[in-house]
């Protein structure tokens, strides 16, 4: 039986830090206090950390966004706040009341183009599994494109036009032209037509001012989905191309399960994470549920902050990839909220911290 079905809530530990390494204020974002320690100390993430990604999780309304604004705030406050650039992607629109000096946008006011000409082709690959197309889905979509000149950027309205006008080769064809053409057309409809019209983003990282996207003026659920996706492959193909020379980014990716959810990935994205680390783009994961997340997302984050977990399938994915201690791992499901377990480089074992 697991110990925290005995219903012997376990006593916090007294905590000795052991680090292992030498910090000082320049590389150390402090995020909390490490919880029942004597004398009192400071819980750090190493700025140089930042890049090899970082999860935030526990279950809803633990403190996760809360933490994540306190970092943000920190960062932009410290000794090293000039070499960064946080973007939040902010699911819920909550990080304009958190953030100290936030510029916020609408993303209605920063358009996209999901499907871009990246060099010789159009990033059918890409649009094709955010959208979820079947392989011959994906193939009428090539075959409209071939018909296109040297464009760009692509508006979405436009390709639909142009599906609608196409010769079928075939049966399958018809139907999957006029399959691919629903899942367009919700793109296009109402004021969505706008979001999806957009060219090059045009990201702005000469301040080290925190720049929130607030997602939530994009009601419908799916359609906020793609936008993120579209939004952060434009990012991650800039940043490869050494766009960002001038600012590390930070970038919070709120709700990550919607991208980097077991089931529904973008396959994309997830290997660029492992690549961007070196053009000096870290990003925040923020995710209720551990389990929910593809594996090579807990593999490729090296900063783990995690808030109170309930479910044992959770608590058994992360017992896999942490080095848990038994301690924590019945304090796990007790922890109050702003309390979290702190797995980080910094320390020798993980830490119980509260976020303050
Ligand atoms: N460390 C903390 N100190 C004080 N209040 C906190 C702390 N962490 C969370 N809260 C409060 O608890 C509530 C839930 O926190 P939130 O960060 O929104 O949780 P989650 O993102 O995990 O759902 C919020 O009202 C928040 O202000
Ligand atoms: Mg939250």
Redesign the pocket.
Known sequence: MLPWSLGVIPRYPKQEVVKTREQTSRDCVVV?EVANSTPPTDACIPVDDLNKHTLVT??????????VA?IVNRLTEGEYSVFFKPLILDWHG?YSSLLHDPEVKDPFHLPITLLSRDEEYYSVEFASQVLGLTPAQEYVLLKSLESLGGEENLNIADLVEILEGMADESAWFRESRLSLMRKLRRLTIGGYKELFSGGDLDLEVSSNKPLVIDLSKIGDLAIRRVYVAAFLKKIFDKALRGGFNSRRLLIVVEEARNLLGRDNYVEILVKMLDEIRKFGVGIVI?S?SPSALVEDVMANTSTKIV?SIKSAVDLEVLDKVVNMTSEIREILPYMD??EAVLFSSFYKKPLLI???
């Open positions: 909390g526990g279950a809803t309304g633990t403190g996760k966004t809360f933490t306190t909550e923020v209720q808030h909220k702003g509260r976020i303050v």
